[in-house]
């Protein structure tokens, strides 16, 4: 296995529900959406995204507590990579 773990991997070692929060510019997420014109958000600030095993973006929030708590209450156990 190369890169990245398989979720059934993960599910066979007891961890189905892994995700990790990473800390991102905001500018690395304002690069991969639009926002609405009246929407100012400073292209400086860190936020902490949620990522399912297989890497895929589930959320996006600005403190890392918020993070882990919205993981945990998605039934998710979140971990923390740097």
Same mark, same amino acid.
């Given at each position: 296995?190369?890169?990245?773990? %398989?979720?059934?991997? #993960?599910? &066979?070692?007891?961890? =189905?529900?892994? *995700?990790? @929060?990473?800390?991102?510019? %905001?500018?690395?997420? #304002?690069? &991969?959406?639009?926002? =609405?014109?009246? *929407?100012? @958000? ?41």
């Amino acid at each position: 296995m190369t890169g990245q773990i %398989a979720k059934a991997t #993960l599910a &066979e070692m007891g961890a =189905p529900n892994l *995700v990790y @929060v990473r800390e991102v510019p %905001a500018r690395e997420i #304002l690069e &991969e959406v639009t926002l =609405p014109s009246h *929407v100012r @958000v400073d292209p400086n600030a860190t936020w902490y995204a949620v990522h399912a095993s297989d890497g895929e973006r589930l959320a996006v929030l600005d403190d890392r507590a918020a993070a882990f708590e919205a993981a945990r209450e998605h039934e998710y156990e979140p971990v923390s990579v740097h």
